[in-house]
C-alpha cells in the first residue's frame, strides 16, 4: 500500500458577479410580469399570484451574499431567466472542460507537476454537459495528461467521493498521480423562476491533484483516510434525464431543474453528516479536538454551523470553519475545495483538518488530511 497526498488545488472563479439585489430585482420584475400576463386566472383562482423575493430573506436563510456565473445577462433578463450559453461546435473544448482546464492547470502549477505526469483525470461533477465522450477524456486531452480518465456522479459529494477513488488508486499502485476535477455549471440547472430556490446556486470549477506519497519535496497535505457513505432520498432531485423523449416529456417542466424540500434536507442530512463525521474520526483514530480547520460543503451557513458545533463540541471560531458561501454560493461539489484551497495555506506542519462534502443522494464523503512541508520540515 502506497500513501497519498494533495499537492496542489486550483480554482476557476467566473468573471461574473450576480449580488442578492440584482438577484432579488430580476425575480421581483419577472413575478410581476408573469402576474401581469395570468392576472385573469388569478383573479379566478386558478393559479397562485408569485410573491416577491427578499435579500434579507436570501442572506438570514442561507449566509449567502452573491455568486458567481457564467452568464449574467441571461439570468438577469425577466422574460428568461436563465444563463446563454452558445452551442459549442464539436471541434471546440466544451464548456466544463474549459473551465475544468483552467482548474487543473492552477492546480499542476501550484504543486510543479507537469500534466504528461498525471496518469488519471476525474471529472467529477453534478451534471455533465453531454453523455459521452467523457468530459473527463476531454479534460485530460486538453491537458496534455496521460493515462486515462473517466466522470462520475455525485451530486454535491462527488469530489469527496472522487478524492477517495482517485486515492484507492493510488494506494494500489495502479496510478502515481491524479486530477480530482470540478466543473460546477450549477446556474444551468438552477430554477431561477422559483423564489425558494432561485439564490442557492453558482457556478465554479476546482481541481485537486493527488500524488503517491513518496519523496514529496515541496508542501502537502497527507490523506490520513477517506470516507464515503449514501442513502437513497428524493428530497433533493433533478428528473433531466436521457429516457425524457421516450416518456414524450421535451417540455420546459419543473422537474427538469433542482428540486428540493429545503427543511428535509436540513433535518435529514445534518445528523447523517455529523454522525459520519463522527464515526471516520474514530475509525482513523483521530479526536475532534486534533482538528485545526473543518473545510465543509459550502451550502448554508446555520447549517455548517450545527455541523461544526457538533463535530467539535462547541461553536468554532471562524477561522476554524471557514465559510466561502457568502461569495460563491453553493457551487455543489466544488464548495469544500475552495474553502480547502482559500483556507489552508497557513496551517503548520502535523495540524490535521477535515475536508467534508455532502448533498443529494443522500451521500456524504470526508477526507482527514495532516499538513507536511515535505522536505522542507
Ligand atoms: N424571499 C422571501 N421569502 C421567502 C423566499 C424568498 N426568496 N423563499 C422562501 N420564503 C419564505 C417562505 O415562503 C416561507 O414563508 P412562510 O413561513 O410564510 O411559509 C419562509 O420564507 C421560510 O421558507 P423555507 O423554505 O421554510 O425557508 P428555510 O428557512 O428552510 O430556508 C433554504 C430555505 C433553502 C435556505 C434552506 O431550507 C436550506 O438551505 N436547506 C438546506 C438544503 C440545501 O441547501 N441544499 C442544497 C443542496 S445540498
Redesign the pocket.
Known amino acids: 500500500m502506497h500513501h497519498v497526498a494533495i499537492t496542489g488545488t486550483g480554482v476557476f472563479t467566473p468573471s461574473a458577479v450576480i449580488t442578492n439585489d440584482e438577484l432579488v430585482a430580476a425575480f421581483n420584475a419577472y413575478a410581476d410580469q408573469w402576474n401581469a400576463e395570468n392576472a385573469a386566472m388569478i383573479e379566478s383562482g386558478a393559479l397562485e399570484a408569485k410573491t416577491h423575493?427578499?435579500s434579507d430573506?436570501?442572506l438570514a436563510?442561507?449566509g449567502i451574499e452573491q455568486r458567481y456565473v457564467l452568464d449574467k445577462a441571461g439570468v438577469l433578463d425577466p422574460a428568461r431567466m436563465f444563463p446563454r450559453l452558445a452551442a459549442r461546435p464539436d471541434d471546440q473544448p466544451g464548456y466544463m472542460a474549459e473551465i475544468g482546464l483552467d482548474a487543473a492547470q492552477k492546480a499542476l502549477s501550484a504543486a510543479g507537476v507537469a500534466a504528461a505526469d498525471v496518469d488519471l483525470v476525474i471529472c467529477a461533477a453534478s451534471n455533465m454537459e453531454r453523455a459521452y465522450p467523457a468530459i473527463g477524456v476531454e479534460i485530460q486531452q486538453l491537458l496534455g495528461a496521460g493515462g486515462f480518465a473517466f466522470d462520475m456522479n455525485v451530486a454535491?459529494s462527488s469530489a469527496t467521493f472522487g478524492i477517495q477513488t482517485a486515492a484507492d488508486m493510488i494506494r494500489a499502485g495502479s496510478i502515481r498521480r491524479a486530477l480530482v476535477i470540478n466543473p460546477e455549471i450549477c446556474s444551468a440547472h438552477l430554477e431561477w423562476r422559483d423564489?425558494?430556490?432561485?439564490?442557492?446556486f453558482g457556478d465554479v470549477a476546482t481541481a485537486t491533484l493527488l500524488e503517491r506519497d513518496e519523496d514529496l519535496k515541496g508542501p502537502h497535505f497527507k490523506v490520513l483516510s477517506t470516507r464515503c457513505a449514501t442513502q437513497f432520498s428524493n428530497n433533493?432531485r433533478n428528473n433531466n434525464g436521457y429516457l425524457r423523449r421516450t416518456h414524450d416529456q421535451m417540455e420546459d417542466r419543473r422537474d427538469m431543474q433542482f428540486m428540493?424540500n429545503?427543511?428535509k434536507?436540513?433535518k435529514e442530512v445534518l445528523p447523517l453528516v455529523s454522525d459520519h463525521i463522527a464515526a471516520h474520526l474514530a475509525e482513523t483514530g483521530v479526536a475532534a479536538t486534533d482538528l485545526r480547520r473543518l473545510w465543509l460543503h459550502q451550502?448554508?451557513k446555520t447549517?455548517n454551523d450545527y455541523i461544526g458545533k457538533k463535530v467539535l463540541g462547541r461553536a468554532p471560531e471562524p477561522s476554524e470553519q471557514p465559510n466561502i458561501l457568502q461569495d460563491y454560493a453553493?457551487t455543489s461539489s466544488a464548495g469544500s475545495i475552495i474553502a480547502f484551497s482559500q483556507h489552508s495555506d497557513d496551517m503548520t506542519a502535523g495540524d490535521k483538518g477535515l475536508i467534508c462534502s455532502f448533498?443529494?443522494g443522500y451521500s456524504v464523503g470526508s477526507v482527514i488530511v495532516e499538513r507536511s512541508h515535505g522536505d522542507r520540515t
Open positions: 423575493s427578499s430573506f436570501i436563510a442561507s454535491c423564489r425558494d430556490c432561485h439564490f442557492i433533493i428540493q429545503g427543511r434536507v436540513f451550502a448554508n447549517m453553493n448533498g443529494a
